[in-house]
């Protein structure tokens, strides 16, 4: 790739990744965890969501997983070639085997899970050398802004269960 090209997917990564942002927020808004995520497909967003485990009752209502079902609901398929998926945060294993079972063909993450990572912070699941399915992944796009969404909904839980530890 050119110069000129690594900039402007440069560009379009971080622009996404706003996007993936602002679901986020709404996640955190519905007291979730907030992690969003984004499904592209030729420059257009063909699925997203954010955490939704609390709301639906379902452990498995990752934002990823909740963008990929959008996403294979609106183009009627559950293989998701020349796609790419943008969320906030790295993929736990759960999130990462769906990825390769959707057949999506990038990632792209913001923050580092050091405690739940399977793009190679914990685990390696994507790209593993005996899976048959391979994307390509990009880190650490707005990594700074996808971790601080995470701190600031984990610290001002933290400040409010000790309100109401003061409060009994």
Not at 1 to 22: G, K
Not at 131 to 152: F, T, Y
Not at 153 to 165: G, L, P, T, V, W
Request: proline content about 4%.
């Amino acid at each position: 790739m050119q110069a000129n090209t690594v900039d402007m997917r440069s560009q379009d990564d971080a622009a996404w990744m706003e996007q993936a942002l602002e679901q986020a927020r709404l996640g955190a808004q519905l007291g979730e965890v907030p992690i969003g995520a984004l499904v592209i497909r030729d420059g257009e967003i063909v699925g997203q969501g954010h955490n939704r485990n609390l709301l639906d009752n379902d452990p498995t209502a990752h934002a990823e997983i909740v963008a990929l079902r959008d996403a294979a609901k609106r183009l009627g398929n559950h293989r998701l070639g020349g796609c790419t998926v943008y969320a906030t945060i790295e993929p736990c294993a759960m999130c990462a085997g769906a990825l390769i079972h959707a057949r999506i063909a990038r990632l792209v993450y913001g923050a580092s899970d050091p405690k739940a990572g399977a793009a190679g912070s914990i685990l390696q699941v994507l790209n593993h050398p005996e899976l048959n399915h391979k994307m390509e992944v990009a880190p650490g796009v707005l990594a700074e802004k996808c971790s601080e969404i995470l701190q600031d909904f984990f610290r001002k839980k933290r400040e409010s269960a000790a309100i109401d530890q003061v409060d009994k």
